[in-house]
């Protein structure tokens, strides 16, 4: 089966979805080389993944028959590289598709794609490097300097604009007409789900729709794959089928990328998963740390990926320090590539586990959650501060709740306690009810027994009175 992302891809500007009003000043810059008179040469196109970015790309390419030259910058960010693909491509004529040359002159242009963009960096000074190198020395300027020369039109694709324009990119501001798109709302999104299932003559629940167009929050990528997943062998989806199928998916993509980088070697195959997998490199790290030693068998193996691991961490966290996330491109590698360079022996076969400290982490935030709404809880109710209710209430409720049933009911009633909070005391519901009840219990028993013991008083002292008056009227007699 064709990948619908693909298949569906579309051939015009009038088929992508939402940004309709930036489609339009993307169409009258394509149109300003029509007419040989660009003000601007090259376009910068941002926005988060899966919004239709790219797709637009090539929709333009089509739309005005340019030939589509792409080079993905996350890939080859060097200065050698990009000038043997991308301004070679910038500075000389085109062929028709069907060999023919077509020059400029004539309408025959080809458009230079640079998707990941922001993934460029600066160079180094006195760097040399020949075609074949893939570190990153001088990626940004050698584009800058493409675009002053070109006679074809340049697209950058970028997910954080200011990741491009930082140091040396800062002279794309003025090179460069800057094109910012919005995730398109769930109704659009709604829309080209129905418009392919017409197409694949297959029927979808509206809830599922719904849910899908809703869940992707404007990814139109991720909605078209999840679309696909679910109609795999299937001619009718309900929402039983989309539920059962989310976490599967999601852990299935997670255990091919494992699998990819604890049993391979092949770079150009760890980094192809590692982009399809779409996920938050902070929860892959954790799921290689997680299966790393249960994987290796070798202790030399172990410690030299470990080591790749925690340069990736360093990288990630100084992402989330700086909002830098140019650094992802590197801890990607660390993390994936250098853990599966690191094996030089054989590896143990395992079943992925998911990873400990991401529950242990889990539940500590649900406790703490739960302690917090308490707190609210009880400082409100007696009218204190929180302070005060953690250093004096707690401690009595909690002696409340664990000696005096009765009370404690009451008060988890007043309160409008969730058996979560109860338990944070380190009691439930059903305990105290079955506590009070054993107390009322005990109390009509121990009733029971005070009114027969009175009764049986009361019956002594009426025949100790009966014999008095027999024996006092025999002695009258």
Known sequence: MLDWTEQYRPKNLAGIVGNKKIVRSLSQWAESWVTNKPSKKAVILSGSPGIGKTSCAYALAHQFKWTPIELNTSDARNAARIKSVATAGATHQTFKDDGSFSSTKQG?????????????????????????????????????????????????????????????????????????????????????????????????????????????????????????????????????????????????????????IFRTNDISTIRSSMLHADEDPNLILHWIAENLPRTYVNPADTLAAYEKISLADRYLGRTNKRNYYGLWAYASDLMSSGVALSKTDQIASITYGFPTWLKYSKKQRTEYAHEQSLIIKLSSYFHCSTKKTVEFYIPIVKKIISQEPVVALHLIKELRLTDEEISYFGGSIIDLKKERNAKERQVEKETDENKDTVQIENEDQGSIKEERKQQSLLLDF
């Open 108 to 260: 025959g242009r080809k458009l230079i794609i640079l998707d990941e963009a922001d993934n460029l960096y600066e160079s180094s000074k006195g760097s040399q490097s020949d075609g074949n190198d893939l570190s990153d020395r001088g990626g940004k300027k050698t584009i800058v300097d493409t675009i002053r020369i070109t006679s074809q039109p340049i697209i950058l694709i970028v997910n954080d604009y200011y990741s491009l324009i930082k140091g040396s990119g800062e002279v794309l501001r003025s090179l460069c007409l800057h094109l910012k798109f919005y995730p398109p709302y769930p109704n659009e999104i709604y829309q080209l789900l129905q418009s392919i299932l017409a197409k694949e003559h297959i029927h979808v629940d509206h809830a599922v729709l719904e849910a899908l167009s809703q869940g992707c929050h404007g990814d139109i990528r991720a909605a078209v794959r999840d679309l696909q997943s679910l109609c795999v062998n299937r001619t009718h989806i309900t929402m039983m089928d989309y539920q059962a199928l989310g976490n599967r998916d999601h852990q299935r993509i997670i255990f091919d990328v494992l699998k990819d």
